[in-house]
């Protein structure tokens, strides 16, 4: 965090990637950034579009459901006991494709993609923070539905599950918001954005919040965004007990999945979270996935919902 401090505060073009923990973090001047790594986000990509011209082909080898259940439940008893009101589930998946982890992120659409070192990839379809000017805005995605469902965008604003979990992200990142700025409003509430999955088209339910910063928030970006991580869509809420139950539950390090990436352009911060995200270990393929989990979930819809999000955007 003291090298983006350093860098903001100079006005330096920078690439930042950092990962859930903040025990990783990769910060690099644009001019220096190493050969091996390619970004796309606000508009900038450091690597040429090309086409997918073949056939490909993803091969899925998820967890027992049973292990997905046990863990599910024992969210559930946190729920109960009042530790933790939403929390965020994550596994990883084995996979197998045709396609090397270069090629998938240079064929993947995705409004903002990450290809980093030959370790991993994201294409993500969720804003973290943006910094234009003195203000700062945040975007919460919360709720998913097949767009060819009919009525897809009534049920999906209808449903109270969807609506309860959007609600209690969209709070806490209010709260986290009013750690670093003032005058923090939702300036849209639940509106529908169109993503593509594979083969299918989602609609994707976000939020847009904003605050206003001191004039001289570049002096000390670092420790703004140390304030806002790990990113709240992708813990859960209260955050501080939830991190410590994930801890508990989840059976892996996420490592960099559900950190964040970005760039600072010299006068305004863009960033992403690391989610649709793929890792290479041990020369297989994994996918990190998740949802949110709730009072009301269901463990046999949400691992399904798990699954359904291991998908190549091509």
Known sequence: ?????????????????????????????????????????????????????????????????????????????????GNTYLLNLTFKTEIESNLSLKEIFTFARAKYKLYFKGQFISFSPEKFIEIKENTISTYPMKGTIEASIPNAKEIILANQKEMAE??????????????????????????????????????????????????????????????????????????????KIIEQIENYQRGFYTGIFGIFDGKNLYSAVMIRFIEMENGKLYYKSGGGITLDSDAKSEYNELIDKIYLPL
């Open 1 to 81: 965090m003291q090298e983006i401090n350093k860098l903001a505060q100079q006005r330096e073009p920078f690439l930042f990637v950092l990962s859930y923990d903040l025990k990783e973090q990769f910060v690099q001047p644009l001019k220096e950034l190493d050969k091996d790594i390619f970004f796309k986000i606000a508009n900038q990509r450091n690597y040429p579009k090309t086409p997918l011209h073949q056939e490909y082909y993803l091969k899925r080898y998820p967890l027992e459901f049973k292990i997905y259940q046990q863990a599910l439940n024992n969210i559930l008893e946190e729920i109960r006991a």
């Open 166 to 243: 959007h609600v209690m992200i969209v709070d806490l990142m209010r709260n986290d918001l009013g750690m670093v700025g003032t005058n923090v409003k939702v300036e849209k509430f639940r509106y529908i954005e169109k993503i593509r999955a594979g083969e299918k088209e989602l609609l994707q339910v976000s939020s847009k919040i904003t605050a206003s910063l001191p004039k001289d928030w570049k002096n000390y970006l670092g420790d703004i965004l140390k304030k806002l991580l790990p990113a709240g869509s992708i813990t859960g809420t209260p955050k501080q007990s939830t991190v």
